[in-house]
C-alpha cells in the first residue's frame, strides 16, 4: 500500500478545510470564476485556496461561505476555528501555552482533535493516550528520551490529561480504541501502575461514549500487526476524515480516499477480530489482577 507522503501539518489542516469549502461550492452549484468574484481574485487562487496550497484570511473564509449559502452556526463555527489554526493563529487555544514541549505536527493533532467528534484508534504497543494514568504517561514519556528535564515531562503529562478532557466535557468525544492484548501485558512503569492503568481502562470501557476491545493473541496474524493509527472525524455531514498512521520516524497524515477508506476498513477488520467490548473489559480486570507488585 502507498501511503501519502508526511505532509507538513499545516498542510493537512489546510488541505482539509480546502477540501471542505470545495465541497460546498460544488453543492451551491458555483464554479471556481464565480467564487472568485466574491474574493475579487482570481479563480487560480480559488483552486489554490482548495488544494490548501495558500493560507485563508478570516475575512476571505466569510465571504466564500455567505457567497455558498452557509447559515448553520455550528459550520460557521467549526470552519472559522479550522481556519485559525491552519494560518496557525492559535492563541486561543490551550495548547499554545505549552509550545516548548510541543511540536509543531503534535500542536496541530491536537488542534485536529479539538474540534473532531469522534476517535477510532488502534494500538498494539501503548494504551491510547486519552485513556492514560497519570503514572503511565510519566512512564512512557521519561521511556521515550524526547524529554530530560522533570519540568519538561511533567508539563507533557499535563499536555495529555488536559486532551483526556474531551471524554468527559460536553459535546463528549465518542472513543472506540482496539487495543492488542500485548498492550495489557507490556510492564509500562511496572506492576503497579499497570494494575492501576488497567483499572482505569475498564472504568473507562464502561462510559457510554468510549468502547474498548482487546485483539487477543490467539487470533493470529492480523491486518493491523504494522503499526498504531487514528481515524477522526468531525460533526458535519460535509467534513472529511483524517487518519494519522504513526512509525518509529514519525506521522503519516491522510485525508484523501483511497487512503482514508483503507483505515476503515483496516479498523472494522480489528474490531471484529477482537473480543466483544463486554469480553474485553472481562478480559482488562482479570489481566489487571495479574499485575502484582
Given at each position: 500500500m502507498?501511503?501519502?507522503?508526511?505532509?507538513?501539518?499545516?498542510t493537512?489542516?489546510?488541505r482539509?478545510?480546502?477540501?471542505?469549502?470545495?465541497?460546498?461550492?460544488?453543492?451551491?452549484?458555483?464554479?471556481?470564476?464565480?467564487?472568485?468574484?466574491?474574493?475579487?481574485?482570481?479563480?487560480?487562487?480559488?483552486?489554490?485556496i482548495?488544494?490548501?496550497?495558500?493560507?485563508?484570511?478570516?475575512?476571505?473564509?466569510?465571504?466564500?461561505?455567505?457567497?455558498?449559502?452557509?447559515?448553520?452556526?455550528?459550520?460557521l463555527?467549526?470552519?472559522?476555528?479550522?481556519?485559525?489554526?491552519?494560518?496557525?493563529r492559535?492563541?486561543?487555544?490551550?495548547?499554545?501555552?505549552?509550545?516548548?514541549?510541543?511540536?509543531?505536527?503534535?500542536?496541530?493533532?491536537?488542534?485536529?482533535?479539538?474540534?473532531?467528534d469522534?476517535?477510532?484508534?488502534?494500538?498494539?504497543?501503548?494504551v491510547?493516550g486519552?485513556?492514560?494514568?497519570?503514572a503511565?504517561v510519566?512512564?512512557?514519556?521519561?521511556?521515550?528520551?524526547?524529554?530530560?528535564?522533570?519540568?519538561?515531562?511533567?508539563?507533557?503529562?499535563q499536555?495529555?490529561?488536559?486532551?483526556?478532557?474531551?471524554?468527559?466535557n460536553?459535546?463528549?468525544?465518542?472513543?472506540?480504541?482496539?487495543?492488542?492484548?500485548?498492550?495489557?501485558?507490556?510492564?509500562?512503569?511496572?506492576?503497579?501502575?499497570?494494575?492501576?492503568?488497567?483499572?482505569?481502562?475498564?472504568?473507562?470501557?464502561?462510559?457510554?461514549?468510549?468502547?474498548?476491545?482487546?485483539?487477543?493473541?490467539?487470533r493470529?496474524?492480523?491486518?493491523?500487526?504494522f503499526?498504531?493509527?487514528?481515524?477522526l472525524?468531525?460533526?458535519?455531514?460535509?467534513?472529511l476524515?483524517?487518519?494519522?498512521?504513526?512509525?518509529?520516524t514519525?506521522?503519516v497524515?491522510?485525508?484523501?480516499?483511497?487512503g482514508?477508506?483503507?483505515?476503515?476498513?483496516?479498523?472494522?477488520?480489528?474490531?471484529?477480530s477482537?473480543?466483544?467490548?463486554?469480553?474485553?473489559?472481562?478480559?482488562?480486570?482479570?489481566?489487571?489482577?495479574?499485575?502484582?507488585?
Amino acid at each position: 500500500m502507498v501511503l501519502e507522503s508526511a505532509a507538513h501539518p499545516s498542510t493537512v489542516l489546510g488541505r482539509q478545510l480546502g477540501d471542505e469549502l470545495r465541497m460546498l461550492r460544488e453543492a451551491a452549484g458555483l464554479s471556481t470564476a464565480l467564487a472568485a468574484e466574491a474574493l475579487d481574485c482570481t479563480k487560480g487562487k480559488i483552486s489554490r485556496i482548495e488544494n490548501g496550497r495558500v493560507p485563508l484570511r478570516m475575512p476571505d473564509l466569510v465571504a466564500l461561505l455567505d457567497t455558498y449559502g452557509v447559515r448553520d452556526a455550528d459550520t460557521l463555527r467549526r470552519l472559522t476555528a479550522l481556519a485559525r489554526v491552519a494560518n496557525r493563529r492559535r492563541r486561543e487555544g490551550w495548547w499554545n501555552q505549552y509550545g516548548e514541549v510541543l511540536t509543531d505536527t503534535y500542536r496541530d493533532y491536537i488542534a485536529l482533535e479539538a474540534v473532531s467528534d469522534s476517535i477510532k484508534t488502534f494500538q498494539c504497543q501503548l494504551v491510547p493516550g486519552l485513556l492514560q494514568t497519570p503514572a503511565y504517561v510519566r512512564a512512557v514519556t521519561v521511556a521515550s528520551r524526547a524529554w530530560h528535564s522533570p519540568e519538561e515531562i511533567e508539563q507533557f503529562v499535563q499536555v495529555r490529561l488536559a486532551r483526556q478532557q474531551r471524554l468527559t466535557n460536553e459535546p463528549r468525544l465518542t472513543m472506540w480504541a482496539v487495543v492488542t492484548e500485548g498492550v495489557l501485558l507490556q510492564q509500562v512503569g511496572g506492576p503497579t501502575v499497570m494494575r492501576a492503568q488497567l483499572e482505569h481502562l475498564a472504568a473507562m470501557a464502561e462510559e457510554p461514549n468510549v468502547t474498548v476491545q482487546v485483539l487477543p493473541f490467539s487470533r493470529g496474524a492480523h491486518a493491523g500487526m504494522f503499526g498504531p493509527y487514528l481515524l477522526l472525524s468531525f460533526p458535519q455531514v460535509s467534513a472529511l476524515d483524517v487518519v494519522r498512521a504513526e512509525n518509529p520516524t514519525g506521522a503519516v497524515w491522510l485525508e484523501r480516499e483511497p487512503g482514508v477508506s483503507r483505515y476503515r476498513e483496516l479498523f472494522a477488520d480489528a474490531r471484529t477480530s477482537a473480543l466483544s467490548p463486554a469480553e474485553s473489559v472481562t478480559r482488562i480486570k482479570r489481566i489487571a489482577k495479574e499485575h502484582r507488585a
